[in-house]
């Protein structure tokens, strides 16, 4: 395996409120090798934009960040702001969720993309603009040439989410960040984005971060796929492992609980019941266990470290999962744990 | 991905996944569907509508913005054609003394022989130089503490709007006549003037300014250049100064008219603009005793004076509604 491209250890984030500590990512480990696309998946609140947001070094004052985030080797955490800077573009570049408000309205979107290329690169205006017509007509904005003096107001959601794409690709950036990148759009303009994102990838050769609650993004662009529940990993694994033998509860309830449409139609769309926990304060035990049909005493009362489980593609032990009884789930031993929020099959 | 998937899932299938994504797709909108490239199917012409563009057209069609701009921009004109080409300077003493308006002298002369048309047009250009310069001082200093205030927050802001309320409390007529009466004098300079003034009336457009960078500071384009790797100087200058130009200009207007009133003020009591330069304030103070008896002197200043300030007014109010976001249809 190649050396990777970002590598993050232990790291947490912990938010200073007036109601005391936020405990928002509490301990997260992972590599994106060169190329890779790693997908973080969770529910509202479960530390995925933060995580990014802290490899990007775009926290909040307020929060405080230990742990290791390396790109290239380089300590970020220890970066000056300055130098930040010139990491932010050129080495990670960022794709925020909702194009309606990522792009400045005052700008035409050729501006912003040569704003974008001249803040790191010595470019002429006009080599700037070619470049700009040349990554528009990539993510696939018919008429580039012409489209380029338009304003975003100009622009319909998905072509906006393209856009803001090709501004990412700007600098041909080794690592990005797309946070959320589809979930404000139209069901019917996300394939084009994915497909506009996929362009990037392959024409820049970077590495995706792709954050999202939508398992069905996930599977159509993701390598590996990291759970997060609560601030922790709850599963890690590739993308394979993850959806075909996935090895605890939380995955299995996030699976469930996706619609269908090959169903009688009659069938309730199946949810996890109960909400994620508040990241205020420290607990004991695993934190899904209240949500859990699973949970016994031993989850209750202490939290499960992630443990090498069964994998569908390979022997190397890189499916983990974090539940005491990770290797039953993972044979299917409880079935369809969520259905209708009741328990069946379960064998205990 | 991999293809081989085993038959006894528990759970639903990422495969079934994929094919529920892609079958809702061609589903929901046949025809459209995954149209990448081709022609424009948003059926939007190329043609670019800036805000600006916009701004500038809806300022146009309001009549008394209209009937402002022309005023103005004749006064301004007239000012300094009058002052160039008319055949009396304004420190020109002819032979006539306290003449009524005639053909040669149409605003009359004074007592000591100056033809009041040459001398009512070089307060006009005085007041436009002197409202302009100060306009120009109030907005660098007001927009740049302001823009650093909101941008920055924390304890910069706090010490700049303690700073901001210092200045405010500042009794201005005060502060005007003592300072103008150290440094105006000495120089017979209207630029010290308009300096002093100018220092006097940043702290309106720096609220304002600040006001607004406190609210697009969280806008998400700002957090997106910085995650390009834009520097907090090019965020605010290139980034968020353009989305606050709206309220900057309206009040560079005002602060041009207010200036005037606030000039006139001054010269009125003698502290302002020094003999022999004229300003329409001075102008009305050295005609007002002679009100009744030389109208001309009198009447002409003040008429000009009014004149021009309103025509600021108007093309103030003209700009705020074409800058007016509520006007707009254009979603921001």
Request: net charge negative.
């Amino acid at each position: 395996m190649p050396d990777p491209i970002l590598q993050i250890e232990h790291l947490e984030v912990d938010f200073r409120t007036k109601d005391g500590v936020v405990h928002a990512v509490r301990g997260i480990d992972f590599t994106l090798a060169p190329g890779e696309v790693l997908g973080i998946v969770g529910e509202s609140g479960s530390g995925k934009s933060v995580t990014a947001l802290a490899t990007m070094g775009l926290l909040p004052r307020n929060a405080e960040v230990h742990g290791s985030i390396r790109f290239q080797g380089r300590e970020l955490l220890d970066l000056k702001e300055k130098q930040l800077t010139e990491v932010r573009g050129t080495g990670i570049a960022m794709i925020f969720q909702d194009p309606m408000t990522s792009l400045n309205p005052v700008y035409t979107i050729g501006w912003q993309i040569v704003e974008a290329i001249r803040a790191h690169q010595d470019l002429s205006k006009e080599a700037a603009q070619a470049r700009a017509v040349e990554l528009l007509a990539k993510v696939g904005i018919p008429n580039p040439g012409e489209r380029i003096n338009s304003y975003p107001h100009e622009f319909s959601g998905g072509m906006r989410q393209r856009a803001v794409i090709a501004i990412a690709m700007a600098n041909d950036p080794e690592v990005i960040l797309a946070d959320e990148p589809t979930t404000a759009l139209d069901v019917t303009v996300q394939a084009q984005v994915l497909e506009s994102l996929r362009t990037a990838l392959s024409e820049t050769g970077a590495a995706l971060l792709l954050i999202t609650h939508d398992l069905g993004v996930i599977a159509g662009l993701a390598d590996r796929v990291l759970v997060m529940y609560a601030g922790r990993p709850v599963e890690v694994g590739t993308a394979e492992d993850v959806f075909y033998r996935p090895s605890m509860p939380y995955t299995l309830g996030l699976l469930g609980s996706l619609p269908r449409l090959d169903s009688e139609g009659t069938e309730r769309l199946r949810q996890i019941p109960g909400a994620p926990p508040s990241m205020l304060g420290n607990r004991t035990g695993c934190p899904f266990s209240p949500r859990c049909p699973l949970a016994t005493d031993v989850c209750r009362e202490t939290e499960p470290d992630l443990v090498v489980v069964p994998s569908v593609t390979s022997d190397e032990g890189d499916h983990r999962a974090a539940c005491h009884y990770a290797e039953a789930v993972g044979r299917g031993d409880y079935g369809r744990v969520f259905s209708d929020g009741v328990v069946d099959n379960v064998i205990r | 991905m991999a293809e081989p998937f085993e038959e006894n899932f528990f759970v639903q299938t990422p495969e079934k996944v994929a094919e529920t994504e892609s079958g809702m797709h061609t589903l929901a909108v046949p025809g459209v569907g995954v149209g990448l490239g081709g022609p424009d199917a948003y059926g939007l012409s190329g043609e670019a509508r800036g805000q600006f563009r916009i701004v500038i057209g809806r300022f146009f069609h309001q009549r008394l913005a209209m009937i402002g701009l022309a005023t103005f921009a004749l006064l301004g004109i007239a000012s300094i054609v009058v002052g160039h080409f008319w055949q009396y300077n304004y420190t020109t003493i002819t032979n006539n003394l306290n003449d009524p308006p005639s053909w040669t002298n149409p605003f009359g002369t004074n007592s000591i022989g100056n033809d009041m048309f040459a001398q009512v047009m070089a307060g006009v250009e005085k007041d436009i130089e002197i409202a302009l310069t100060v306009a120009a001082i109030a907005m660098l200093i007001g927009v740049t503490i302001g823009a650093i205030a909101g941008f920055y927050r924390g304890w910069i802001d706090s010490l700049l709007m303690r700073f901001v309320d210092l200045v405010l409390v500042l009794p201005v007529l005060a502060v005007l006549i003592l300072l103008s009466n150290k440094l105006a004098k000495q120089s017979s300079n209207w630029l010290g003037l308009a300096l002093i003034i100018g220092l006097l009336s940043w702290t309106y457009v720096a609220r304002l300014v600040r006001a607004d960078f406190l609210s697009l500071r969280e806008r998400d384009f700002v957090e997106a250049s910085r995650a390009l790797g834009a520097t907090n100087r090019r965020i605010i200058v290139k980034h968020m100064l353009p989305n606050a130009i709206g309220p900057i200009i309206v009040n560079a207007t005002l602060t041009v008219a207010l200036s005037i009133i606030l000039e006139s003020t001054l010269s009125y009591l003698g502290l302002g603009v020094q003999p022999p330069n004229v300003s329409l304030g001075l102008l009305v103070d050295q005609g007002q005793d002679s009100a009744t008896t030389e109208w001309w002197l009198f009447v002409f200043p003040v008429v000009f004076l009014i004149i021009l300030i309103l025509s600021i007014f108007l093309i103030g109010d003209g700009l705020r509604e074409a800058f007016d976001p509520k006007k707009s249809r254009v979603r921001a």
